[in-house]
T-cell receptor, first 114, second 112 residues
Framework: ETGVTQSPTHLIKTRGQQVTLRCSSQ?????VSWYQQALGQGPQFIFQ???????GRGNFPPRFSGLQFPNYSSELNVNALELDDSALYLC?????????????FGQGTRLTVV | DQQVKQNSPSLSVQEGRISILNCDYT??????FLWYKKYPAEGPTFLIS?????DKNEDGRFTVFLNKSAKHLSLHIVPSQPGDSAVYFC???????????FGKGTSLLVTP
């Protein structure tokens, strides 16, 4: 059984650029959630995908968007990067639409915007 | 607006003693609670969870207690081991279940 994997592990982008982060969910999981963890903070929910549809969204602007593919892997896209977007981006997979089940996290992608 | 609060940024405990990590929440709609452990350069690892219909859940050395009237939960680790040294996050979700709300974490150090 493979766990949640994210790529790349580290990334440096310039303000105004666009970035795509990728996540492969754990085997048997059909739901993927994305979180942003700023330094010294807990992870903040960005959105969740279930059966290739957005299934809920946190307080993030529309320039944060995502996709889920038929194999349940997912992408997080961020347009018009801002300095405050610098953070650890975590992907979590779960089953049954994410309701009352534990989510398993990947190791994260460290994004630095300069 | 922080709906899940971990008011102790750090905790130091001797090996073999009990570690007690605390968490408070403000949203009465939360009905599922989880604890995650995080080592540096790794993602959070699920530790233990509890549903709002219970007041205690135990898994080996880890026990979570839930006091709904006080909107408080705690994680007890006994006996504590040096390998338990990590940042512990408390998380909660509403009935919809799709979003985990995390606290800021408590850094636990278990000394030999």
């Amino acid at each position: 059984e493979t766990g949640v994997t994210q790529s790349p592990t580290h990334l440096i982008k310039t303000r105004g650029q666009q970035v795509t982060l990728r996540c492969s969910s754990q085997s048997g999981h059909n739901t993927v959630s994305w979180y942003q963890q700023a330094l010294g903070q807990g992870p903040q929910f960005i959105f969740q995908y279930y059966r290739e549809e957005e299934n809920g969204r946190g307080n993030f602007p529309p320039r944060f968007s995502g996709l889920q593919f038929p194999n349940y892997s997912s992408e997080l896209n961020v347009n018009a990067l801002e300095l405050d977007d610098s953070a650890l981006y975590l992907c979590a997979s779960s089953s049954q639409g994410g309701k009352n089940t534990e989510a398993f996290f990947g190791q994260g992608t460290r994004l630095t915007v300069v | 607006d922080q709906q899940v609060k971990q008011n102790s940024p750090s905790l130091s405990v001797q090996e073999g003693r009990i570690s007690i990590l605390n968490c408070d929440y403000t949203n009465s709609m939360f009905d599922y609670f989880l604890w995650y452990k995080k080592y540096p350069a790794e993602g959070p690892t699920f530790l233990i969870s509890i549903s709002s219909i219970k007041d205690k859940n135990e898994d080996g050395r880890f026990t979570v207690f839930l006091n709904k009237s006080a909107k408080h939960l705690s994680l007890h680790i006994v006996p504590s081991q040096p390998g338990d040294s990590a940042v512990y996050f408390c998380a909660a979700s509403e009935d919809s279940g799709y979003a985990l709300n995390f606290g800021k974490g408590t850094s636990l150090l278990v000394t030999p």
